[in-house]
Each structure stands twice: as C-alpha cells, then as structure tokens.
C-alpha cells in the first residue's frame, strides 16, 4: 500500500503543478473541494425520505476518489511546509487507511467526514476508508479509478484540453468509456502501471482519431 500511495501523491503533484506551478504557495481551499464533494457523494448515495431513491454506489465511490486528490493535496502541502520526504506523508496516511473510522450507516459517516474538515480544514483519510468499508471498497479498487482518472487528466491536458484542441470523443465513444477499458486490461499491482495507462491511451487516442 504504501509505495501505491507514493504513487498517487507523485501523480498528485503533478497534476497540480499542471493547473499551477507554485501550487504548494497558492493557498487553495482544499478542504472545501472536500466537504462540497461530501455532499455531493451524500446526495448521489440518497438521504431524502419523502421519495424513493436508488443509491448510486459507482457515482458514491468516484465521490470518494475526488476527495482523495483533495485529501493528497492537503498531506502534500503539510509535507512541503514541514520538510517531510514523500514516504513520510505515505507512511501517515497508510496508517490512517489501516485504521478506518465510521458510523454504523454511511450516511452519518459522510457527514462526520463533511463536519471534521470543516473543523480543522484537514484531510481524514481513516474516515475515508470508513466510508469505503461501508462500499465493500477495497484500496486496490481505490488506486485503480485514482490512477485511472489522473492519467486521464494529465493526457487531456497533454493534447489541447486547455486551448480546445483535445477531442474527448474517439471513434463515438468518450475517453473515460475507453479509460474503463483500459483499466480492464492492465494490472493495478504492476510497477509501470500508471505509464502503462498513458501509453495504452495514447496509442487508442492516436488510432481513434485518425481514424
């Protein structure tokens, strides 16, 4: 777990310095992006009484998965403004997946998620992985959609997303249908699995669009 870890906060990193080079100095609300998307995941998952509702289980996951970029962002500044190395930041929050916290309903365990970032504006990863529990969501599910969708990020980026060149449909499709793909095909465990989607992209992308 920890080197997957080590992983998604290097990808973090740079998506981030993507969107903003001194990112570490910008002053981001962090903690904001997380108890809206909380809500959203509450919302997605169904709270309202007074009409039937199905839970979205994979919108409440993907929820989860944005908060976690969120999260990695918080531990990243920490870590920057307190000279820690990255296997330090991965060694805290590790422990904090290896002991989850939660209600005995998912619902009151988003909203705990929701009202301790408000309180300390910082990032719970033990609260979420209570959340996660309540999905039967294992990490290795976690880091494949993380991964998954930050690559597709950083390739969107990498070919025109900013100037409008990037065409996110390919041969009718959208390129997170073909993402869940090549996710199907690839190894979560594999050491070059993050390079491994960004090639199997680009390849597809290249075809597609010549095509």
């Given at each position: ?64 998965v944005d908060i976690v970029h969120f999260g990695l962002s918080i531990r ?91 065409q996110k449909v390919w041969g009718g499709r959208e390129d997170n249908e ?34």
């Amino acid at each position: 777990m920890k080197q997957k870890i080590i992983n998604m906060l290097e990808l973090q990193d740079s998506m981030n310095s993507k969107v903003n080079a001194d990112w570490r100095n910008a002053g981001f609300e962090w903690y904001r992006a997380i108890w809206m998307e909380s809500a959203e995941m509450l919302e997605h998952y169904g709270w309202k009484w007074w009409k039937k509702q199905e839970a979205e289980v994979m919108q409440v996951k993907l929820e989860i998965v944005d908060i976690v970029h969120f999260g990695l962002s918080i531990r990243l500044v920490e870590g920057f403004e307190q000279n820690k190395s990255l296997a330090d930041v991965a060694d805290g929050i590790v422990s904090e997946f290896e002991h989850p916290q939660a209600t005995n309903d998912i619902r009151t365990s988003i909203e705990w998620l929701a009202r301790e970032t408000l309180e300390d504006q910082g990032a719970h990863f033990a609260l979420m992985a209570g959340i996660m529990g309540h999905l039967a969501m294992p990490f290795d599910e976690l880091y494949e959609i993380y991964v998954g969708k930050n690559i597709l990020n950083l390739f969107r980026q990498d070919n025109g997303y900013r100037d409008g060149t990037y065409q996110k449909v390919w041969g009718g499709r959208e390129d997170n249908e073909h993402l869940a793909d090549v996710l199907a095909e690839l190894d979560c465990n594999h050491a070059s699995f993050k390079e491994d989607i960004y090639r199997a992209l680009s390849e597809l992308y290249g075809s597609q669009c010549a095509a």
